[in-house]
Structure formats: C-alpha cells, structure tokens
C-alpha cells in the first residue's frame, strides 16, 4: 500500500508560480499529477518514470509545468509557472506501475487546492 501526502497549493495571481510536493511511503513506481476544477472530470497533468528521466505533460501545461522526483525523499514535484485562471483546481497526486504508459493511477493523494486569480 502507498500512502501519497501532497503540499503546496495556495492562491496565485495570473502569471505566477508555485510548487507542489507529493510525499510518498514505500515504492511508487511511476508517480505525477491529475487535477479537477469544479464542474469538470478528473484530468491527468503530468508523470514521471521510476528514475526520473522519463515525464509525459498535458498539452496544456507542456513548456509551463515541470515535474521532478527525488526518489531519496520518495517525493515527487510539480513546478508551475506562467500560471493561468483556467489552471485553478484540485491537483491530485497519484502513482501506480501504469501511470506513465496510460495515465491509470492505484494511489491517490487526498488533493490540494490551487487558485490562480485573474
């Protein structure tokens, strides 16, 4: 069983930045980020491998989002800039074998809320 703890979220005005951890117990395997604004299905945001040289992104946050781990902390991070107001929601957390090749996650943090004010 993993458990995923995230941190880091906050308000932010429009172009700004912020960071999110994820702290994760025992093995992760693959590990990255879903988000959920109000109203919409969950969507997945980015990944990360086992070593940390492989990542996938969204479309929507490739050049502005990047994800790292450092797999001596069993953490995972998400770094956000150039931030936007549709880019407010939950974030998420997640890892499982799966994530990488099909955005399909075991585990799940609790979330974290960002808000991005315009």
């Known amino acids: 069983q993993v458990q995923l703890v995230e941190s880091g979220g906050g308000l932010v005005p429009s172009g700004g930045s912020l960071r999110l951890s994820c702290a994760a117990s025992g093995r992760a395997f693959s590990m990255g980020w879903f988000r959920q604004a109000p109203g919409k299905e969950r969507e997945f945001v980015a990944a990360v491998g086992w070593s940390g040289t492989n990542t996938n992104y969204a479309d929507s946050v490739k050049g502005r989002f990047t994800i790292s781990r450092d797999n001596a902390k069993n953490t995972v991070y998400l770094q956000m800039n150039s931030l936007k107001p549709e880019d407010t929601a939950v974030y998420y957390c997640?890892?499982?074998?799966?994530?990488?090749?099909?955005?399909?996650?075991?585990?799940w943090g609790q979330g974290t809320q960002v808000t991005v004010s315009s």
């Open positions: 997640a890892a499982g074998p799966l994530l990488m090749a099909r955005a399909m996650a075991d585990y």
